[in-house]
């Protein structure tokens, strides 16, 4: 099981992240103190914010911006340190999801985009929750996938199992002077407590429509926590992917489903139906 994960894992990351040196047509640069943070600008309609998960780059969105942008306008980005992205604090050893929130709310006011729908896979899941606990009025609809509101002991044990040099082959892609940046710190979340921890009374403060989703067999992540989160958030629903392991959306096989559950959620066909 754990060479498949380890297979699941590294093809995901080296496909999201192969083309990552491309700017594409649609892609630009936001400036925040100095750092580029690199996003691409989709069709039109109500936001529709697209964060990747740790070691993928907005690249991994591609078959969903082609269905989304056509009633969204969707804006994928680059996660800082990923990609295009710069890295924000080069002699940071932890990563900070906080620190990235911080950058995606400046991003949004200079965009001027005050109500915006999101998905997140992983890391981006969780700076979703973040953003959610910072302005809990600016979101109007949330998807999280495979996010965590803390770091459990069965996390810290698989990213202890796999190994800081699976790390160095998965950053590869994002090139030599990020390679040991990224790997270092995803390394580090062995050790890493505080970011992510949330709290009951904090996910209680959440305002948008939310769908938790999560795999049955994510080595990951305990299903305890979609359900906590699920249990602790207002207007939340909760889908659990059968064998989805940790992305389920990364699937190949599964983009076609993840794409008419995550529609019918954003345009609120669950909601009509209750």
């Given at each position: 099981m754990r060479k498949f994960t380890i297979l699941i894992w590294g093809c995901i990351f080296f496909t999201a992240t192969s083309s990552q040196?491309?700017?594409n047509p649609n892609g630009k640069f936001f400036n925040y103190k100095g750092i580029k943070i690199y996003y691409e600008d989709t069709g039109s309609g109500e936001p529709l914010l697209l964060l990747h998960n740790y070691m993928g780059t907005a690249d991994q969105w591609k078959p969903y911006v082609e269905v989304y942008s056509k009633q969204f306008r969707t804006i994928a980005i680059d996660m800082m340190g990923h990609g295009r992205s710069?890295?924000?604090?080069?002699?940071?050893?932890?990563?900070?999801?906080?620190?990235?929130?911080?950058?995606?709310?400046?991003?949004l006011d200079s965009l001027q985009?005050?109500?915006?729908?999101?998905?997140?896979?992983?890391?981006?899941?969780?700076?979703?929750l973040h953003l959610n606990v910072m302005q809990p009025e600016r979101f109007k609809s949330v998807i999280t996938i495979g996010a965590q509101i803390y770091f459990s002991r069965q996390c810290r044990d698989w990213v202890t199992q796999l190994g800081l040099n699976t790390f160095m082959e998965w950053a590869k892609p994002h090139g030599a002077e990020k390679q040991k940046i990224l790997a270092t710190q995803f390394w580090q979340m062995r050790d890493q407590y505080g970011d992510p921890s949330f709290t009951a009374d904090m996910l209680g403060t959440m305002r948008a429509n939310w769908l938790?989703?999560?795999?049955?067999?994510?080595?990951?992540?305990?299903?305890?926590?979609?359900?906590?989160?699920?249990?602790?958030?207002?207007?939340?629903?909760?889908?659990?992917?059968?064998?989805g392991g940790h992305l389920p959306y990364l699937i190949p096989d599964f983009q076609s489903e993840f794409l008419r559950v995550s529609l019918e959620f954003l345009n609120g066909n669950w909601d009509k139906n209750d």
């Open positions: 040196v491309k700017v710069d890295t924000y604090n080069k002699g940071a050893t932890f990563f900070k999801h906080g620190d990235y929130a911080k950058i995606i709310l400046a991003m985009l005050n109500k915006v729908n999101a998905i997140g896979g992983s890391s981006g899941g969780m700076t979703l938790v989703v999560q795999g049955d067999n994510d080595e990951a992540l305990p299903l305890q926590q979609a359900l906590d989160m699920h249990q602790s958030i207002p207007n939340s629903r909760l889908w659990i992917v059968p064998n």
